[in-house]
């Protein structure tokens, strides 16, 4: 990792960049890291950089919350973690998959099948039940053939979608067709399918911005607690800075492609948020 | 300020450009021109009007003979199980064959262009033409018929559920792709369920146009009720053909009405 602090001091980041979290310095768990970049780099076109190297360390069991202005590179930068968009230059290990620009077919398989994503909107599948959308989650797994449809997936899997459903308060929707439940409910669904085979690693992308202030915060403090209790480490994106700072241990500011700022969420200042998002 | 207001308004004819005026032009020149080739003069339409009376005076009444209506009725049957075998099988065959050819879904990549075309020239050979080619390799009778249904199902269906399969939600995929659910997965997890109404509704329509399609199959030996029409008219028996044309428009009026009520209770 490129040595951040001297870069300040030298003068090659402005005054007021925070340094970034070292492995070890601020989480006190004593965890091994479960995500890590090295001068990740994302170019759409080479005009406009997104992500401008980025040197990030997690470790497991983190919350993580990652904010940013609109443009910032958030969203990028959960896609390259997994291999949804091809990076640019640098590197990212992920539970001990080390890629450059792509995983290849194996690594891509590992990685995803220990990981769970959940997206801004809902994305299920609205015309199935909310039971069939959560055993979709075990699609990815070994022999997932049967997890398209809970009318034929393994007993096993229709348990674990359901027990999943409960921790979600929604085991009395499980033969509801999605699209006839709430945007909250929705969301709810899609945290159970993202939980249903306890990954070890839950990206979130901004999951609480298509929902009212209410579901939204049911929504976040059902991840923080789900992830607590199972030990699942989160990384989360949000537009909404109560959100970031209570519900994790640590927030990352992107700013223009770059970590502008990582530190744990209690230190966290207003100004800190204010100055990552003025232009 | 009306002056203001005249320079902001736009023109009545903005975007009709001289060219497309032009074209518009030459396709109703082409239209008036093949009018005067093969379109029915009002002389030689009023000259047809006593051997178009004469026609029916000899087909009413229609053939009601027990014997002829028992006949009618099994190649009818036949011509419902030609329609339906071969709607059925055309729609299971054209699954997959949609699949490969659908835009940034196929695992062909560009290769999915080739199995488009490969549809196109199922759709663009008229089923007459399938009969023809059937007839010639397996024989008289409605295996040959049954052939043509598959064929003629596979070149509507192939097309309609690629694009069905093209259209569905792109958000349920990509969550699926990124926990790592396979191209098999996420075709029967997520396309298949979210293009399920728009298949239902193609394969509704196949089996009405198989049905259309079965009866006049038998005009050149592939089968079904067309075979007696064809012979009703050689022979000229036209009390004959009438009751056969009456039966035809019975069973293509209840085939859609039933569709027309399948469909209806998919909304």
């Known amino acids: 990792m490129p040595d951040l602090l001297e870069d300040t001091r030298s003068g090659l980041l402005p005054e007021n960049v925070i340094t970034p979290l070292r492995q070890g310095e601020e989480t006190t768990n004593g965890a091994a890291t ?6 990740l780099r994302k170019y759409y076109d080479r005009a ?29 930068l959960l896609k390259c973690l997994i291999g949804i968009h091809p990076n640019s230059g640098g590197r990212v290990t992920v539970m001990d998959h080390s890629f450059s620009r792509l995983p290849d077919a194996g690594q891509r398989r590992n ?45 096993a899997w229709r348990l674990a979608a359901l027990e999943a459903l409960s921790e979600v308060n929604l085991e009395s929707f499980a033969l509801r067709r999605a699209d006839a439940l709430s945007g909250g409910q929705q969301q709810r669904v899609a945290i159970a399918r993202a939980l249903v085979r306890r990954p070890r ?9 298509s929902l009212d202030p209410v579901s939204g915060r049911d929504v976040m403090e059902l991840f923080s607690r789900l992830c607590k209790q199972h030990g699942i480490t989160l990384l989360f994106t949000s537009h909404d800075m109560a959100h970031a700072r209570e519900f994790s241990d640590r927030v990352v500011a992107l700013r223009q492609g770059r970590i502008f700022l990582d530190r744990p969420s209690a230190d966290v200042t207003d100004r800190d948020l204010q100055e990552t998002f003025d232009a | 300020m009306p002056e203001a207001r005249d320079t902001l308004m736009p023109g009545r004819w903005s975007g009709f450009s001289p060219v497309t005026f032009i074209l518009l032009v030459a396709a109703g020149g082409l239209i008036l021109s093949s009018m005067q080739s093969v379109a029915p003069s009002p002389k030689q339409l009023v000259d047809g009007v006593p051997g178009m009376v004469s026609l029916v005076d000899r087909m009413l009444p229609p053939n009601t003979d027990p014997a002829f209506l028992k006949r009618i009725g099994l190649r009818i049957v036949e011509t419902f199980q030609i329609a339906l075998v071969g709607a059925a099988v055309g729609v299971l065959l054209s699954l997959p064959v949609g699949w490969l050819a659908a835009r940034g879904i196929t695992p062909f990549g560009r290769g999915g262009y080739l199995v488009k075309a490969f549809v196109s020239l199922l759709r663009t050979v008229p089923d007459l033409v399938w009969a023809l080619l059937f007839v010639a ?72 146009k198989a ?19 064809k012979v009703a008219f050689d022979l000229f028996q036209y009390k004959n053909a009438s009751m056969i044309i009456l039966a035809i428009f019975v069973i293509v009026l209840v085939m859609e009405y039933v569709t027309d009520r399948l469909r209806a209770s998919l909304q």
Do not use: Y
């Not at chain 1, 690693?201 to 911005?209: G, K, Q, T, V």
């Not at chain 2, 598959?150 to 259209?167: K, L, N, P, Q, S």
């Open chain 1, 201 to 209: 690693l839950l990206i979130a992308d901004e999951p609480a911005a």
């Open chain 1, 111 to 155: 990685i995803r099948r220990s990981t769970g994503f959940v997206f801004q909107k809902h994305c299920l599948v609205r015309r199935r039940t909310v039971l069939s959308n959560v055993v979709h989650g075990m699609l990815g797994t070994e022999g997932s053939w049967r997890g398209f449809s809970q009318a034929i997936a393994p007993e």
């Open chain 1, 34 to 39: 479960i995500l890590a970049t090295s001068d």
């Open chain 2, 211 to 229: 049905v259309r399609s079965s009866v006049v199959l038998g005009l050149v030996g592939a089968g079904g009720i067309g075979q007696e029409l």
């Open chain 2, 137 to 208: 390799t397996v024989g008289l009778g409605a295996v040959a018929g049954t052939m043509t249904i598959i064929v003629d199902t596979v070149g509507f269906c192939g097309r309609f559920f690629a694009e069905a399969m093209e259209d569905s939600d792109k958000e349920p995929q990509e969550a699926l792709s990124a926990i790592g659910a396979s191209r098999m997965s996420i075709l029967f997890g997520a396309i298949l369920p979210d293009a399920a109404p728009s298949l239902i509704n193609t394969s509704l329509f196949a089996l009405e």
């Open chain 1, 48 to 76: 406009t950089p997104v992500l401008q190297g980025i040197d990030l360390s997690i470790r497991a069991g983190e919350r993580v919350a990652l904010i940013g202005s609109n443009g910032s590179g958030k969203s990028t």
